[in-house]
């Protein structure tokens, strides 16, 4: 019944909160508060919710490091570095002004109060989420700023908690000292400055033990086992394993669960089943646990008082922490706004990220209700408590409200902007599948190929030889379509299948091309068998010989995720094809997807376009660009890819702009040098007779005759035609 409840309460906040048009989030914490034991008593706080309310936790900041975009991070470094100090001290300062002048708090306890209101929780992170804004820059610099300023937060409370620690010699705890109880002693004491020392080395040895071994083990992981539970599983073990390490040390879990999502950001693609398993279980169920559980802390029963001195003096105290609080946090994100010549908008989702408190803020007041005062009491008291408790309420509220807003407006802009920039966008991409082994990874490729503003899903096709054997055929073949709709579902994707009868597998798919209106095909590279050993099979050549559409063959030797660069090799004149802005967008956006480097190989002069392109359409792109002057330098690139790294070859058909007699070896170049390695083939759309104006029904091959035969042909025309004017 306790956890049928919880799921009701999940259930019908948002309902409720969409008809009063009110973020869901605030539904939650104040069904926390109306079933907590300080409202209608209808469920306690017991040892699951502070279980499931921490997980929550733990899952918001490892959700925010997720899916942070790392190379924005990197470019914003300056940005996060000043919002977060500005996060921090003008609240701090702020608050720690008004706790002497107005509240009359004693130094310490004013210290403590403005660490709590320099803190924030990113409780309104979800509705980002929601907007699809969390590689906004607005959201990367308020996430960073988060950790920053929490971070400093926790040596400061390191420091007033060990000032409270009475000197204890040595001799009282052991009866026979010596300098190394000395030192361990000095070690565990904060008001030793070699305390200090210690904590930062043990920050330092965390901080490089996880960046180096983490990836190690995720990548060893994900290429040996591929089941999707597993995967799961082992992402979850490793975020928790890296918060209770990070508590071993003296720090908040919260920040090595942060550190963990920053670190298998590159290993969990946005676009996959893995990230997307991930957002579904933490946004319902855990999530949602820890905001109800924040609503039971909260006691609004002195608010409603019979105005007692104590209540009035209550309220009071929760007003000056709420305003200035509040206050403090906007002043930090709109100076930095200013600063940092950043939207407006920008500005207000950065206010609102970074104005509630909540776990943050309980868990510094739980540490000042354990330090003991000269006079018998604590450092915080239960006033104070309760004040504290009912201000994480009202900046919850402010919290979502403002962050709904910005966020809604600035999605509002991007769609308009996007709409701009995709009107005429004739995307849809046909994905030809046949083995199982390889079309999981082709749905993969395509999904990350594809335009996500466009809400256009994939075309899934499965051409069988029409003999007979046909009917067992299209079952195997509709069976592997299933798996394939579920993967897509997995991915939030739509995808459309077919099942489609030939007398000819190229043609089947020159068929299907024309009927779904594609604009691109991508298949995987053909799987050798005793009846073919050629490279390309028996139908991928008639297929980009009879398309001049866009073209992408495919094969992946291991999981997407574990690739660490893309090597793509352009061609001289590439830049005259009509294709050459497509090919740069999808590579583009698989690279970007997968957090990987992108080295351009070509001319000067095709880089420089390349470089331009990527600078005004994927700025966070981590591109590199390097010379190659000489087509015949592709056998020495092959050479120097690594295993986990991806080659890609842009290629031309015969007759092109940019197709160059050398690109005739290129098969037998990779089978001699590039041989069952991670490779990408890219036929660019080129001109030619567009798609609707080829006709299946005529002959699509003619027979070839040499120029003996065709001077032979043009010799009896000329005659038969001096004859017939004789």
Not at 617 to 641: F, I
Request: proline share 4%.
């Amino acid at each position: 019944m306790v956890f049928f409840t919880v799921l009701i309460i999940i259930l019908f906040a948002p309902i409720v909160m969409s008809k009063l048009r009110i973020p869901h989030i605030i539904g939650m914490v104040l069904a926390g508060v109306v079933i907590g034991p300080y409202g209608l008593n209808i469920l306690e706080r017991d040892a699951s919710f502070e279980l499931f309310g921490k997980v929550g936790l733990l899952y918001i900041m490892f959700l925010a490091g997720l899916e942070t975009d790392i190379q924005n991070l990197r470019q914003n470094m300056r940005r996060v570095g000043i919002f977060g100090l500005m996060t921090f001290l003008v609240p701090f300062v702020l608050m720690y002004i008004v706790s002497i002048q107005i509240l009359h708090y004693s130094p310490m306890a004013s210290l403590l109060l403005s660490c709590i209101m320099s803190t924030n929780t990113l409780i309104a992170y979800p509705i980002v989420t929601r907007y699809g804004l969390q590689r906004h820059q607005a959201s990367t610099i308020s996430v960073g700023a988060t950790m920053l300023s929490l971070l400093i937060s926790l040596i400061v409370i390191a420091a007033v908690a060990g000032s409270f620690q009475p000197a204890t010699p040595p001799s009282s705890l052991f009866p026979h000292p010596s300098s190394l109880t000395a030192l361990l002693s000095s070690l565990t004491t904060p008001s030793s400055p070699f305390y200090w020392v210690f904590f930062a080395l043990k920050f330092i040895i965390y901080c490089i033990g996880s960046i180096y071994l983490i990836p190690i083990v995720t990548r060893w992981f994900l290429r040996r086992y591929s089941d999707s539970i597993m995967q799961f599983i082992f992402i979850l073990a490793t975020m928790f394993f890296n918060a209770a390490v990070c508590e071993l040390i003296g720090i908040e879990g919260i920040f090595g669960a942060f550190f963990s999502g920053l670190i298998l950001n590159r290993y969990i693609p946005t676009l996959s089943p893995l990230m997307n398993r991930i957002e579904f279980i933490g946004n319902a169920l855990f999530i949602p646990y820890f905001l109800i559980g924040v609503g039971m802390l909260i006691d609004l029963s002195p608010l409603i008082g019979n105005g007692s001195a104590r209540e009035t003096s209550l309220i009071f105290t929760v007003l000056v922490i709420v305003i200035i609080g509040t206050a403090g946090k906007a002043l930090a994100a709109y100076l930095a706004c200013i600063s940092l010549k950043l939207p407006w908008k920008d500005g207000h989702l950065m206010f609102g990220l970074t104005s509630a408190h909540a776990a943050a803020a309980i868990a510094i007041v739980m540490i000042g209700m354990r330090l003991p005062m000269p006079d018998g009491t604590y450092l915080i008291g239960d006033d104070t408590l309760n004040g504290v408790v009912i201000m994480i309420l009202f900046t919850c509220i402010i919290s979502t409200i403002v962050t709904d807003h910005a966020a809604r407006s600035i999605a509002l802009d991007d769609k308009e902007m996007t709409k701009r920039d995709n009107d005429g966008d004739d995307e849809k991409i046909l994905v030809p599948v046949k083995y199982p082994e390889t079309c999981h990874t082709l749905i993969s490729l395509a999904a990350m190929m594809r335009n996500p503003q466009l809400e256009r899903g994939l075309i899934a096709l499965n051409v069988v030889y029409d003999d007979t054997d046909a009917e067992v055929n299209q079952q195997r073949g509709r069976r592997l379509l299933d798996d394939v709709v579920k993967q897509a579902a997995d991915m939030d994707v739509k995808v459309q299948t077919q099942v489609r009868l030939a007398t000819n597998i190229g043609n089947g798919i020159k068929h299907a091309f024309k009927e779904f209106d594609c604009s691109e095909v991508i298949f995987g590279v053909h799987i050798h068998d005793n009846s073919s050993r050629v490279f390309w099979g028996d139908f991928a050549q008639s297929v980009f010989n009879g398309l001049t559409r866009q073209i992408t063959i495919a094969r992946c030797v291991q999981p997407l995720s574990t690739l660490r660069a893309f090597h793509v090799a352009v061609p001289s004149r590439a830049e005259y094809e009509p294709g050459f802005h497509r090919w740069i967008e999808r590579l583009s956006r698989i690279a970007t997807a997968l957090q990987t480097r992108i080295i351009f190989h070509g001319r000067v002069e095709s880089l420089e376009l390349i470089d331009r392109y990527v600078t005004a359409r994927h700025k966070s792109l981590r591109a590199e660009y390097v010379s190659m002057p000489k087509w015949h330098g592709v056998v020495d690139l092959m050479q120097q890819v690594l295993e986990d790294e991806m080659l890609v070859v842009v290629t031309a058909r015969q007759g092109t702009v940019s197709y160059k007699a050398a690109l005739e070896h290129l098969p037998e170049e990779l089978t001699e040098f590039y041989k069952g390695r991670n490779l990408m083939i890219i036929f660019p759309d080129q001109y030619g007779p567009a798609p609707d104006t080829i006709t299946f029904a005529t002959t699509q091959h003619k027979e070839q005759r040499s120029a003996y035969q065709e001077m032979i042909i043009l010799w009896h025309r000329l005659k038969r035609r001096w004859r017939s004017k004789k």
